[in-house]
T-cell receptor, first 109, second 113 residues
Framework: RKEVEQDPGPFNVPEGATVAFNCTYS??????FFWYRQDCRKEPKLLMS???SGNEDGRFTAQLNRASQYISLLIRDSKLSDSATYLC??????????FGDGTTLTVKP | DTEVTQTPKHLVMGMTNKKSLKCEQH?????MYWYKQKAKKPPELMFV???????INESVPSRFSPECPNSSLLNLHLHALQPEDSALYLC????????????FGSGTRLTVV
């Protein structure tokens, strides 16, 4: 079993749709959690940190469920510019990061 | 300055060549990283420097040699690479460690011929 698993998609949604991605992790000692977005042939860019209390940034909401060991990302009112690969990242207290394989989102007009 | 700058952006090298990749940040970040990314795969960690000391080497072959001359600079020296080493090499930094989140450079796209 992979340490971090994401549904690879692709998710193809119309503009204005709400879409949610999940990411499960196997190491219960994991300490910090992030979502990054990566556009084609570009570098990953930090989208959000993820906290147990949940956090929101505009149309984006991230949530951590420690009991079930997953994190989620919700995108409301999808825009064409949201099309990208979304990577979840899970860090242990040993200072190591594990990236999920990424979920590809395509938002269509 | 909130950027990580990598040079060159593209590099084609032969299997007998020696080349270096360079990375620079002026955000005062004390942790710097080299990642390797193949097409349609997530980044794979190669090396971590923490406070200018090598703290993690993910069993990377010796044909890759990292160097951290000071807190703002990170180099990756390449020698006798193989075609399978062709990839996007990403430098990243974070204030203290991974739990602070990464700022990635735009990468060096390396082709080994």
């Amino acid at each position: 079993r992979k340490e971090v698993e994401q549904d690879p998609g692709p998710f193809n949604v119309p503009e204005g749709a709400t879409v949610a991605f999940n990411c499960t992790y196997s190491n219960s000692a994991s300490q910090s959690f992030f979502w990054y977005r990566q556009d084609c042939r570009k570098e990953p860019k930090l989208l959000m940190s993820v906290y147990s209390s949940g956090n929101e940034d505009g149309r984006f909401t991230a949530q951590l469920n420690r009991a079930s060991q997953y994190i989620s990302l919700l995108i409301r009112d999808s825009k064409l510019s949201d099309s990208a690969t979304y990577l979840c990242v899970v860090n242990t207290n040993a200072g190591k990061s594990t990236f999920g394989d990424g979920t590809t989102l395509t938002v269509k007009p | 300055d909130t950027e990580v700058t990598q040079t060159p952006k593209h590099l084609v090298m032969g299997m007998t060549n020696k080349k270096s990749l360079k990375c620079e940040q002026h955000m005062g970040h004390r942790a710097m990283y080299w990642y390797k990314q193949k097409a349609k795969k997530p980044p794979e960690l190669m090396f971590v420097y923490s406070y200018e000391k090598l703290s993690i080497n993910e069993s990377v072959p010796s044909r890759f040699s990292p160097e951290c001359p000071n807190s703002s600079l990170l180099n990756l020296h390449l020698h006798a690479l193989q075609p399978e080493d062709s990839a996007l090499y990403l430098c990243a930094s974070s204030p203290r460690g991974p739990k602070d989140g990464y700022t990635f450079g735009s990468g060096t796209r390396l082709t080994v011929v």
